[in-house]
């Protein structure tokens, strides 16, 4: 792997360009983005140079597509005639099913591997970007079927910077981030709205740390989340139904008077299970 | 001020007698809790001496009662008769209006002043204790009438610990905390018992900083919540009530394939408002 194109250098992409640097990766990285992204990734030395998606395409052997997932699905339908037999192309998107499928489509067989970094952060776009933001954090890699050894190198990769990296088919990633994922994004939303139709200027006065836990994820960028939520609509809504009936369940033991402890105690033993594989 | 008595040597109440004496405050502080508490209180120097509650009672000038709420109501019906006319006791329970309605009805008039420090962690007992855990943190006072001469006193013990005094009336505080505190510690809860009834393994390796964030409140001790939720319930309802209904209108979205993004707006300016004013 010596000619790497992050297509898409924002959080994620910049990122990723400076865990490879800091990975020991010597070759070229092509940043093809916005020109004000450009800017950004070249000033954090993400990126050593930009180019046009053609040329890019064309000279890369990884191409790294870290766009927004609309963004992937049509930069996919463009690489087919432009990638060269040796050339990976993977992508950071956060649903993988749709985008599967539109690689099959468009890429030659063993061209594509889908992949997703459990990684992120409140700010947003190349000045953010952080060498570390990959380090201890899940890297799930979703190949349609044995890993080939272009794959093989680009996973070696992911371990020198630092991910735990998790094989599973696309169907089931998309199955699991509805729950670990999604469902947590559109509650924090839900949650903000609510308290923000209220318009009670004294929630600004009173409240917690635990308020500032739970609208952090609320400050997700729209434009990433509209195409996450239409590519996995149908598991995101059957883990928002799941959530639904147990909330309807501690609304009517609350109403009644009835104990909720143990659905307390339920939620304290699986929170306290995440923190004890989050090294 | 010269003698504290601090009813329940916990986070709160330990973090408050280390406070005070980063503060300057060079008084007796007494502890009234279980022998482990006391034990701990010492060790971290949150308190100088243990006391029975009615000797402790009968000594103060300043009786803090940082229990669960539960406890808070029956030490208050026990204190009546132990209090000196200059005493003044206050508390530091999550909610405001049962503790007031019973505090005026075993307490002399003007003995009491409610209060609630908007201030936690994860972690629980006096071991854990922070004499910074109030700075910058908003303490909301819910006084009945006027602030009489010792509540002014106690209040400038409170701006010295750096806390951000918010007064307003028992039931304001209640119906605001209903959607600042308690909601969002409902929603982590009932999500956290989401995602540990789906049983699925794949959990634990598949999920971001953000599930994190989200369920770090369902790790509150449910000792504390149960009285919390029996003596907020009607507005606890209500905020849950006002949340479902904006959840349903997101599904019903996103089961539309219509665009979200304003709610996603509407939900990051909300939680930008709240970082603006948390310094």
Partial sequence: METVAVFGVGLIGASFGLALRKAGFTGRIIGVSSPGAIQAGLAVGAISEEAAPEAAAQTADLIYLAQPVDRILKTLATLG??????????????????????????????????????????????EAADGSL???????????????????????????????????????????????????????????????????????????????????????SPEVWESILSTNKKEIISALNHFKANLEALTARLEAGAEVSDLFSAGDRFAASLREVDY
């Fill in 81 to 126: 005639p432009l990638v060269h037999p040796e050339c990976l192309v993977t992508d950071a998107g956060s649903t993988k099913a749709a985008i599967a499928s539109t690689a099959g489509k468009y890429l030659p067989p063993g061209a594509f591997l889908g992949g997703h970094p459990m990684a992120g952060k409140e700010q947003r776009g190349a």
């Fill in 134 to 220: 990959f380090r201890n954090r899940p890297y799930v890699l979703t190949p349609c079927g044995e890993l080939t050894a272009k794959m093989l190198e680009f996973r070696d990769w992911l371990h020198r910077i630092g991910s735990r990296v998790v094989v599973m088919p696309a169907d089931e990633h998309d199955r699991v981030v509805a729950f670990t994922s999604h469902l947590p994004q559109l509650l924090s939303t839900a949650m903000s709205v609510t308290l923000a139709k209220q318009g009670n200027s004294r929630f600004l006065e009173v409240f917690g740390p635990g308020l500032l836990d739970m609208t952090r994820l609320a400050m997700s």
